[in-house]
């Protein structure tokens, strides 16, 4: 049937992402893709819910134990059906990964500030923080005095390694379902939708909460597009407005990502802000351009220049000449 075949594909296409990363989560997906039963129950989800992150996610927050053999994830998804669902249904997979600051910092410390950072698809708005980390690039330098915890992504190619902070004089941002640092149950959707055996990032994103917490991020809940505008105006008293955004561009349809890209080339343009993207290498064409990027690394660019070829979570970067 077509709409197995459909759900086979994207679990078949996870374990392949997720091998190295998570054995638990390959051994799920692949276990899905064998599972006429489960593969019937995913197939009567809206297409965007059947994505294996947010399923294994729902069905940890019911209990599947992982790291876990496949067993304990197939009992839970047939046995408590409704409770899953519902999860599915309510909530979405929003993980915050402030790892990517790692990335982003150097592209951040590029603008003159001191800087009014306006995140668009902030999630939590942990990546608001870019002032509270030490960093390390092995093996092209580091930057440390933060008094935080330390962010490591290995370098590659002429990296300008950054010998201050970001002054960041005011943080805003916008999401269509912002996630309050100070509400246990936002931070423990958060923690549940880290990788089961990705300890490290789990700690990362305890602290990171941490830090968001002693100063809650002002975030709009709403359509990027709505809010923007106003963001900017909010922000320009206060520095250089810089709009980031970081694995958010490939939610919207291809006429938004394009309506994006010319707003914010226009915003660009008009002298008013910079513009800071870390997206999938398809996911703004016009910006990636007949470049050739690795496969699997996001295209990290300032004001639409590519200037990194950049790992998903933030782990290394390759920037470019
Ligand atoms: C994968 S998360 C990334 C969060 C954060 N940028 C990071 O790098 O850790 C994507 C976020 O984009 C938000 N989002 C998607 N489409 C959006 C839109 N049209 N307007 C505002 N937020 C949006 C989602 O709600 C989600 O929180």
Wanted: charged share 25%; net charge negative.
């Amino acid at each position: 049937m077509l709409l197995h075949d459909d759900v086979i594909e994207e679990y078949r296409d996870f374990a392949t992402y997720a091998a190295g990363d998570s054995p638990c989560f390959e051994e799920w997906a692949l276990g899905v893709v064998g599972d006429e039963e489960v593969l019937g129950w995913l197939a009567t989800l809206p297409p965007l819910k059947r994505q294996p992150n947010l399923v294994f996610a729902a069905a940890r927050w019911h209990g599947a134990p992982a790291p876990g053999p496949y067993a304990g994830l197939r009992r839970v998804l047939l046995e408590q059906e409704p409770e899953v669902r519902a999860t599915v249904l309510a909530r979405a997979t929003q993980t915050n990964e402030v790892g990517r600051l790692a990335t982003l910092t150097p592209v951040l410390a590029l603008v003159e500030g001191p800087l009014a950072l306006v995140e668009v698809g902030a999630s939590a708005g942990l990546c608001l923080f870019p002032d509270r980390y030490d960093y390390a690039w092995p093996p092209a330098g580091s930057l440390r005095g933060s008094g935080g915890s330390l962010l490591t992504a290995t370098a590659t190619g002429p990296l300008p390694v950054p010998h201050r902070h970001p002054e960041v004089a005011w943080r805003g941002g916008v999401d269509l379902n912002p996630l309050d640092v100070t509400d246990p149950d936002a931070s423990a959707w958060l923690e549940n939708l880290v990788w089961p055996e990705q300890d490290e990032r789990r700690e990362r994103l305890r602290s990171a909460l941490e830090v968001a917490r002693r100063e809650p991020p002002s975030l709009r809940r709403g359509d990027l597009f709505d809010y923007l505008p106003g963001l900017l105006e909010d922000a320009a008293p206060h520095g250089t407005p810089v709009v980031l955004h970081s694995a958010v561009i490939a939610y919207l349809d291809e006429p938004g990502r394009r309506r994006f890209h010319d707003l914010m080339t226009g915003l660009v343009a008009g002298g008013r802000c910079r513009w800071i993207s870390n997206e999938g290498r398809r996911v703004l064409p016009e910006v990636t351009g007949d470049r050739e990027v690795p496969p699997g690394r996001f295209v990290t660019a300032l004001d639409g220049v590519p200037v990194a070829w950049s790992h998903g979570h933030g782990h290394s970067l390759e920037w470019l000449a």
